[in-house]
């Protein structure tokens, strides 16, 4: 393989190699990040973080960028990406507090949704349940 050349490997495997060095020209590899965090990505992100599909990016899209930015100083990555989780997680609240929104227009927001949202809105959507059955009870008795 000729020096320069790029190939995607897992993670682990470019971490591995672009930490160890075998002779005194350095590493074998170096890291570049993901397109899932992309420049692109994170401009979408910032125009309005609900309308890109994050499941597309990386299922586990908030675990990658974690990783991530501990092998990276991305101190804007991290405003973007903190913003968009605090505006996500409120459109994830409002469609699992909302019996329908789940079936209408939001079904494209919930489809997009990372594993790590997709657990959020689990432990959402069930809270609203129990609520609703508890102010149901309430009221028989």
Same mark, same amino acid.
Do not use: C
């Given at each position: ?23 005194? #020209? ?24 609900? #309308? ?39 459109e ?13 227009e ?7 949704l ?7 809105f ?8 129990? #609520?609703? #059955? ?8």
């Amino acid at each position: 393989m000729k020096k320069g050349t790029k190939v995607d490997l897992p993670l682990w495997l470019g971490e591995m190699l672009a930490v160890s060095q075998p002779s005194s #020209t350095g590493a074998l590899v170096t890291l570049d990040l993901p397109s899932a965090l992309s420049q692109l990505v994170m401009n979408a992100l910032k125009a309005d973080p609900k #309308t890109v599909d994050l499941r597309a990016q990386a299922p586990h899209f908030y675990a990658l960028a974690s990783r991530m930015l501990e092998l990276f100083e991305e101190e804007e990555m991290v405003d973007v990406l903190t913003e968009t989780f605090k505006k996500r997680s409120a459109e994830i609240a409002d469609q699992a507090y909302n019996p329908r929104g789940a079936l209408g227009e939001g079904a494209d927001f919930l489809r997009g949704l990372d594993e790590a949202e997709r657990q959020l809105f689990k432990a959402a959507h069930e809270s609203a349940k129990s #609520t609703r #059955t508890w102010i149901a009870d309430m009221k028989k008795h």
